[in-house]
């Protein structure tokens, strides 16, 4: 089994629709991240969280929220989808400042 | 915030040759990473480079950190076919703790 599991893996939405990408870990570490993948963007930072109680805006966490249920959940949401949210988003955990571990990604389509 | 620049951006190199992707940051760093991720996949982590002068070594790959130059070096020696995928540098300010990532360099090792 995967250590950073993402759900769903593909998305096909509407503009407007409420929106739900859920990760989970089993390396029990206790850095969570959020980030998006656009062509020739790099991957930008949504939004981190070190531990259950602290939560943190990245670079571009406009539109978005999340929520971190547990150490090993960490759900992002998308309130009312947008086009320009299409793109491929990636969960990421790392222990303290150690490389991250990604999970296999959410393609997302925005209609 | 740490702006990551890499060059170049798109690389096409024929199999035994000899190349470097250059990774060029912002601010003070001495805490940079490289990523690899093959065509619809997610990344995987290569190196964590956490010192000025810092040098590893896996395979075809080396990765360096210049520090005082503001400046990481993924050298490729002898290409071949399975290192085509495109390759992240991401580093961490020393006066904050988000990674931030360059945007890629896409390899294509040409047989």
């Known amino acids: 089994d995967a250590d950073v599991t993402q759900t769903p893996r593909n998305r096909i939405t509407k503009t407007g629709k409420r929106i739900m990408l859920e990760c989970s870990q089993t390396?029990?570490?206790?850095?969570m991240y959020w980030y998006r993948q656009d062509p020739g963007l790099g991957l930008r930072l949504i939004y981190y969280?070190?531990?259950?109680?602290?939560?943190n805006k990245g670079e571009i966490s406009d539109g978005y929220s999340v929520s971190r249920q547990a150490q090993a959940k960490f759900s992002l949401s998308l309130e009312s989808a947008i086009p320009n949210q299409t793109a491929l988003y990636f969960c990421a955990t790392s222990s303290g400042e150690e490389k991250l571990f990604f999970g296999s990604g959410t393609q997302l389509s925005v209609l | 915030e740490l702006k990551v620049e890499q060059n170049p951006l798109f690389l096409s190199m024929q199999e035994g040759k000899n190349y470097t992707i250059y990774c060029n940051y912002s601010?003070?760093?001495?805490?940079l990473y490289w990523y690899r991720q093959d065509p619809g996949k997610s990344l995987e982590s290569l190196f964590v480079l956490l010192s000025n002068g810092a040098v590893k070594q896996e395979g075809r790959l080396m990765a360096s950190l210049d520090t005082k130059a503001r400046l990481s070096t993924l050298h490729i020696t002898a290409a071949v076919h399975d290192l085509s995928a495109t390759y992240f540098c991401a580093g961490i300010p020393n006066t904050g703790n988000q990674f931030y990532f360059g945007t890629g360099t896409s390899l294509t090792v040409i047989p």
């Open positions: 601010t003070t760093s001495d805490r």
């Open positions: 969280s070190f531990d259950v109680k602290d939560i």
């Open positions: 390396k029990g570490h206790d850095r």
